[in-house]
């Protein structure tokens, strides 16, 4: 049994550092010696993702770094640690690392204060995203871009690879009157872009208050790379984003799980990774999903605490459609329900309406509209964005 683990990690050694060569932007940065940086003010976006590819923090680096007057942390939803859960209140606090003030924003506000930004020439943003659209990370970073051109500061993005990857475009479109800080920009619900690339898009297309925006490109991540292609260390993003696998979970049952009596597995070891409600039948409902032919999609029967559904295995190399796989979850869901599953959530919609984009899900779903008509809907928006996207596309 020994000599066998051996020769098996010996063999999966090289293919997991097969891609080690990729370099965010903050070793890019650092490779120039902090050039953009020097003899500047800085004031510093991130959490505990902020970091390089050997697992150094951010705030760390740019602290210790010659000619760098490192003088104030902003920390997002999940505060520095990234241990605060969804949606709490995270308090402005003394970073021990640094020594330096680490203001929340998403606290009193989610928007970096005059008195917050007073004496920064520049905001430096270094956080990983998951490259969902309910995610409230680039959110952040669009309201600190909206400070920054107020106050005439340098918007920094130290750039980063999407876990998703960067070709995958999917999912329905965002109605004006859902945007949110759980949606703030006009994308599709899976965009393909890094950091970089949808603050590019998001400055030159004026969907946040122009601001002197400069990228740090990273070095070796192609569109084509997942987050398991580039070598890198993943460092949990908040306490139910564990794992570098578990954005492709998120797409598929994040949305569905805004709405209430389901059980998605949030707040255990396998967040986003089942689906069950107390009125579905495990078989029925995991023979269903299984009829759809969701290539690199596993689906096995689920039970606990009264709850049925199905548990996914989601293959992250996969080329199938996971917001259409959230359709169908979603409308499998409600079909058995009694009453209705948008009927028993009255007064509790609001979350999952801003997070999926519109109300028009309830209306098809209740006229009966198939999952293929309403995933062939969203492709005009989808088709237009990705031409839009084009001109801000880095890599």
């Not at 923090?57 to 942390?73: C, E, F, H, S, Y």
């Not at 917050?116 to 990983?128: E, H, I, K, N, R």
């Not at 606990?304 to 295995?313: E, H, I, N």
């Not at 080329?319 to 169908?328: K, M, T, V």
Request: a positive charge.
């Amino acid at each position: 049994m020994k000599k066998s683990f051996l020769i098996f990690l010996a063999v999966l050694v090289p293919v997991v550092f097969a891609h080690a060569e990729v370099e965010l932007g903050i070793d890019v940065l650092a490779s120039h010696n902090f050039d953009l940086l020097q003899g500047k003010r800085i004031g510093l976006v991130t959490n505990q993702t902020g970091v390089n590819r050997r697992g150094t923090k951010t705030r760390a680096l740019l602290k210790n770094a010659p000619g760098v007057k490192l003088v104030a942390l902003f920390t997002p939803e999940h505060g520095l640690d990234g241990t605060e859960l969804a949606g709490k209140y995270v308090a402005t606090r003394k970073d021990k690392l640094t020594g330096l003030t680490a203001w929340s924003l998403y606290g009193p506000t989610r928007k970096p204060t005059p008195q917050m930004l007073a004496g920064l020439d520049a905001l430096v943003f270094d956080m990983q995203d998951i490259g969902s659209r309910s995610y409230t990370y680039v959110s952040t970073m669009v309201k600190c871009m909206e400070a920054a051109s107020e106050r005439g500061l340098e918007f920094i993005v130290l750039d980063r690879p999407n876990p998703l990857g960067g070709a995958r475009v999917e999912g329905p479109p965002i109605e004006a009157q859902w945007i949110s800080f759980v949606g703030q920009l006009p994308v599709p619900y899976v965009h393909g872009m890094t950091v970089g690339e949808i603050a590019r898009m998001a400055n030159g297309l004026g969907w946040t208050p122009r601001c002197n925006l400069k990228v740090v490109s990273m070095q070796g991540w192609k569109r084509d790379m997942i987050w398991m292609d580039t070598g890198l260390r993943w460092v949990a993003t908040s306490p139910n984003i564990p794992r570098s696998s578990s954005p492709f979970y998120y797409v598929a049952t994040g949305t569905v799980g805004e709405l209430p009596d389901l059980e998605t597995g949030v707040g255990g070891p396998e967040p986003f990774e089942v689906i069950g409600a107390k009125w579905l039948d495990a078989k029925s409902f995991t023979a269903q999903l299984k009829a759809q032919h969701f290539p690199g999609v596993g689906f096995s029967e689920f039970a606990k605490s009264g709850f049925q559904g199905t548990r996914l295995l989601i293959d992250p190399h996969t080329s199938s459609n996971l917001s259409a796989l959230s359709a169908y979850i979603l409308a499998g869901v409600n079909q058995p329900a009694r009453p209705s599953l948008f009927a028993r959530s009255a007064g509790k919609l609001e979350m999952f309406y801003k997070c999926y984009g519109s109300q028009t899900i309830r209306s098809q779903l209740e006229r009966r509209a198939s999952v293929q008509q309403i995933v062939a809907g969203w492709q005009p928006s989808v088709s237009r964005f990705e031409r839009e996207r084009q001109a801000y596309l880095l890599y």
